[in-house]
């Protein structure tokens, strides 16, 4: 049996180009969140749904190094 383990390229654009909806960092792309402030999020509980597993992933991203992944996709597929 295959196991299909490409991402999920609209999931990756959405990913890419989500902002934070609010509190001290609205409006700044979630690549761009200190990874403290994701760090703190994982240990209060993320957000319930989209915005939850969106940080969720971004953190990550970002502890395996793969920030440059989501900036080039924000480069290449600018909304």
């Not at 609010?22 to 690549?31: A, D, E, I, Q």
């Not at 402030?37 to 240990?43: A, E, K, P, T």
């Not at 319930?48 to 971004?58: A, I, P, R, V």
Request: charged content about 30%.
């Amino acid at each position: 049996m295959k196991m299909n383990v490409a991402p999920d390229r609209e999931k990756l654009l959405e990913l890419a180009h989500y902002r934070m909806p609010f509190g001290k960092f609205k409006g700044r792309y979630l690549v761009n969140l200190p990874e403290p402030y994701l760090i703190w999020y994982q240990q209060k509980g993320f957000p319930e749904g989209k915005l939850g597993n969106l940080l969720k992933s971004m953190l990550e991203i970002k502890v395996n190094g793969l920030e440059p992944l989501i900036r080039k996709i924000q480069k290449d597929f600018p909304r």
